[in-house]
């Protein structure tokens, strides 16, 4: 059993910055993939970027340059750094993960692959 609590939501204006943080617990195989996924209000849920165990990364074009994922395996915890965020970026983030994760190739982005989530941490940004 795996779980994820975020934290580190916020309100900031266009062109500030945020740094999520996702704490996770439970076994997880060496390829796992932890993603970080949002969701507006009246939208689709949508993927962020992806953290393959090996340290690969996969990020949505719309956020590519502006956010970065890491992950601290000492502390085992997810983050998310967002610069130059835009209105449009608010929205509630989700940490998930596969813990067993991928045979070959990336972690993707696709919300379905992903089996354990955080309960979500609100990200507003004004103009």
């Known amino acids: 059993q795996v779980q994820l609590v975020e934290s580190g939501g916020g309100s900031v204006e266009a062109g500030g910055s945020l740094r999520l943080s996702c704490a996770a617990s439970g076994y997880m195989y060496r390829r796992y993939c932890m993603g970080w996924f949002r969701q507006a209000p009246g939208k689709e849920r949508e993927g962020v970027a992806a953290y393959t165990g090996d340290g690969r990364i996969t990020y949505a074009e719309s956020v590519k340059g502006r956010f970065t994922i890491s992950r601290d395996s000492a502390e085992n915890t997810l983050y998310l750094q967002m610069n130059s965020l835009k209105p449009e970026d608010t929205a509630m983030y989700y940490c998930?993960?596969?813990?067993?994760?991928?045979?070959?190739?990336?972690?993707?982005?696709?919300?379905?692959?992903?089996?354990?989530w955080g309960q979500g941490t609100q990200v507003t940004v004004s103009s």
């Open positions: 998930a993960a596969d813990p067993a994760g991928v045979v070959v190739g990336l972690c993707q982005l696709q919300s379905y692959k992903y089996n354990y």
